[in-house]
């Protein structure tokens, strides 16, 4: 079992910046991979950035260029760095993990990963 919890959230102006940050702990991560998912109230969850154990990354088209992914192994956390803000991606976001390695169309998809964090709010103005 994994536990995840997240951070950094908070309001900016369109433009700005923000880096979410997700601590693991319990089982061993480095053999989890590991995403970022925002939801909007009404709204399904939806993949925004994941990273494999190996580093290889990948991101939705909506944040591309603009959002990046990175990890940490040795204080086991994973960060969102975001940059170019929009109001569109005011939402709540989770982290969440997986076990071993996922095939390139689940690495964006909520239903393959068991492990989620509580959530982070983050609120862009216009």
């Known amino acids: 079992e994994v536990q995840l919890v997240e951070s950094g959230g908070g309001s900016v102006q369109s433009g700005g910046s923000l880096r979410l940050s997700c601590a693991a702990s319990?089982?061993?991560?480095?053999?989890?991979?590991m995403a970022w998912f925002r939801q909007t109230p009404g709204a399904e969850r939806e993949g925004v950035a994941f990273?494999?154990?190996?580093?290889?990354?990948n991101y939705a088209d909506s944040v591309k260029g603009r959002f990046t992914i990175s990890e940490d192994n040795a204080n086991n956390t994973i960060y969102l760095h975001m940059n170019s803000l929009k109001p569109e991606d005011t939402a709540m976001y989770y982290c969440a993990a997986a076990p071993g390695r996922l095939s390139a169309w689940l690495r964006l998809r909520p239903i393959a990963y068991a492990h989620w964090g509580q959530g982070t709010q983050v609120t862009v103005s216009s």
């Open positions: 319990g089982n061993t991560y480095s053999t989890y991979c």
């Open positions: 990273i494999d154990s190996d580093g290889s990354t």
